[in-house]
Every structure is written in structure tokens, then in C-alpha cells.
């Protein structure tokens, strides 16, 4: 039978039917296999089944020689270095389409609760100072009629945009191109990321942290937003550069922030974003349901058998691997 490390316990269906096909090593603890250990594990691996929070880079995939199949449990990718892999001919497959759902709700839940202040109210409420009701108090952006800008048309985004028409809600959107079915669906307007950070009142992030996505919301892109926008990124938290969030958000010019993702993850308990008023901040939840984690994983352990049978992965990053 192969050998195949799964880096962390995952819902217990996807396991029971890994551990009929392969010999699974599981690490058991709560938090990730460190660097060097995860390294000595996949030296002797013909499987790995990997997460967001697991470095799997060049020198790991060199120390691997039996490594046939890398299967990511996330959309994401951008912990494991794709190039390395593939110049093996290693395929890596990832988990595309079953947490777009889960992902655009907490994404609203983040929107709704920056925009009202909800979180704020709670803290409020728990320091004892509720004594009335306030005409002026708490007050937050009224998102009926409210622009939404959406960096990333993908699955993710249009589920976020799909959602925002129920809001009555102005649509624009940005992105490598125009989507213009996916557009015309929710009636969303594509323009330049100028644009986008000028007229919208919330921004929501949904685009893959890349080279050209490392710190697209810099200062720069920050100072184009709207005096009391809303940021709001599910996404990955190097696509936000964070001191600059952080100028922002205490100058008064956003209005707040709602982040499920930070880097690094966790942000130190006495990181200055943690503290502040205007920003709520979610631990990386964005897929975190039962249902969805546990297609995550079967979707995951799919990959993982396809590759170690030698088969096409269902869902492939690298699809090149299989015409080199
Ligand atoms: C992903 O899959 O990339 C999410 O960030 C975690 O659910």
C-alpha cells in the first residue's frame, strides 16, 4: 500500500476512506507538523495531504523522492511551491467550488457586522455602558443603495455579488478580465482597481495572493478608498498591507475593517489591529462549516488517490505535469 501523511485530523468519512486504499500517517496534534518535521515525514511519502497552514516549498518536495501526488485540502495554494512540484511532475490538487457558498456568507457576515457596528455594540454592552437608547449612537453605513467593490470576479466574488443584490446593493467589480455572464447576472459594472477603491463603499477581496497581489492594498490603494469605506478580505491576508490598514483605519479615513485572514495567522495577541474599534477579525473561518469541510476533504482525498493511482487529479493546479 502507499504511504500518505495527512498533516492534520480532517472530518472522519474522507480519513475511513483514505485508510481503506493507503497507509495513513495522521499528525495528531491541534497545531501544524513544524517545518522540519513535516519535511521527515514526506521524505518517505508516496502521498501528501496538505493545508493552507503547511510550508511545502522547494527543499521539502527535493527531500520526497517517492512524493507522487500533493493534495492541498483549501482552494488556495499559495504555501506550496507549484513550480517545484510540477518540474518533478508532481501533481498538486486543491478544493475549487465546494466552500464558494461558506466563504461568501462569512464574507456578508463581515460586511453586516462591520457596517453596523455589531461587534462594537457587543464590546459596548460588555464594558456596561449601555444606558439608553442613542439617536447618535453607533451609528454605521447603510448598505441599501451602497457601492460594493469586488476585487476578484471569481466563484467566490460572484457568490458575494449574487448576495448583494438582494441588498440592493451597486455592483463593480475588477479583475485580470471582464466576466461579462457572471456581470451581467448581478449587474455588476467592471472597471479598473482605481475605480473600484474611488466609488465603493465596501471592498471586498477575493482574489489568490500571487506576486502581483503581495500588498495590492498598500497605503497608495488605501488613500483612493472612500472617507469611511469598509475593507473586507477573505481572502488571504498578504494581499492587505497591514501597518498601512492600520494608518488608515486611525487617521479616521476607513470607516472599519473585517479580516478572516491576517499575516501572520494568528496576528500576535498584542498586534495593534487586535485592538482596535473599527476592525473585527475572524480566525481564517471563511469555509468553516460542517458540511463544507467535509467536502473539502473528500475532495481532497480524491485528489490524493487519483494521483497515487496515477490518474488524472479531478482537480489539478498543474494540469501542465500531465502534458510535459
Ligand atoms: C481556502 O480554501 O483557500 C480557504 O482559505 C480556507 O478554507
Redesign the pocket.
Known amino acids: 500500500m502507499n504511504n500518505v501523511f495527512v498533516t492534520r485530523p480532517i472530518p472522519q468519512n474522507a480519513l475511513d476512506h483514505l485508510r481503506r486504499e493507503a497507509t495513513v500517517e495522521v499528525w495528531p496534534g491541534p497545531l501544524p507538523p513544524p517545518y522540519e518535521e513535516l519535511r521527515r515525514r514526506v521524505a518517505t511519502c508516496d502521498g501528501l495531504l496538505c493545508l ?1 497552514t503547511d510550508r511545502v516549498d522547494a527543499t521539502l518536495i527535493a527531500s520526497a523522492p517517492k512524493l507522487r501526488v500533493i493534495s492541498q ?5 499559495d504555501n506550496i511551491d507549484v513550480a517545484a512540484a510540477t518540474s518533478r511532475g508532481i501533481p498538486v490538487g ?2 475549487p467550488g465546494v ?1 464558494t457558498e461558506a ?1 461568501a456568507d462569512l464574507t456578508w457576515a463581515l460586511i453586516l457586522a462591520t457596517a453596523r457596528r455589531v461587534v462594537e455594540g457587543m464590546r459596548f454592552i460588555d464594558a456596561g455602558q449601555w444606558q439608553t437608547w442613542d439617536p447618535l449612537g453607533l451609528l454605521g453605513m447603510e448598505l441599501h443603495g451602497a457601492t460594493l467593490g469586488i476585487l476578484g470576479l471569481g466563484r467566490i466574488g460572484a457568490a458575494v455579488a449574487r448576495r448583494a443584490v438582494g441588498f440592493g446593493m451597486r455592483l463593480l467589480y475588477t479583475g485580470p478580465r471582464e466576466k461579462p455572464d457572471v456581470a451581467a447576472g448581478v449587474g455588476a459594472i467592471y472597471t479598473d482597481v482605481d475605480t473600484l477603491l474611488h466609488e465603493s463603499d465596501v471592498v471586498s477581496i477575493h482574489c489568490p495572493l500571487t506576486p502581483a497581489t503581495r500588498h495590492l492594498i498598500n497605503a497608495h490603494a488605501l488613500a483612493r478608498m472612500k472617507p469611511g469605506a469598509i475593507l473586507v478580505n ?3 491576508g498578504g494581499i492587505v498591507d497591514h501597518a498601512a490598514l492600520l494608518d488608515a483605519l486611525r487617521s479616521g479615513h476607513l470607516g472599519g475593517a473585517g479580516l478572516d ?1 491576517t499575516e501572520p495567522e494568528p496576528l500576535p495577541a498584542d498586534h495593534p489591529l487586535m485592538g482596535e474599534d473599527r476592525v473585527i477579525i475572524t480566525p ?1 473561518i ?3 462549516t460542517v458540511r463544507t469541510r467535509a467536502r ?1 476533504a473528500d475532495m481532497a482525498v480524491s485528489n490524493l488517490l487519483a494521483g497515487l493511482r496515477g490518474d488524472p487529479l479531478p482537480h489539478c493546479v498543474n494540469p501542465d505535469v500531465y502534458t510535459r
Open positions: 493552507l485540502m483549501a482552494v488556495g495554494y486543491h478544493t466552500l466563504t477573505t481572502a488571504r485572514v481564517h471563511g469555509s468553516a473539502m
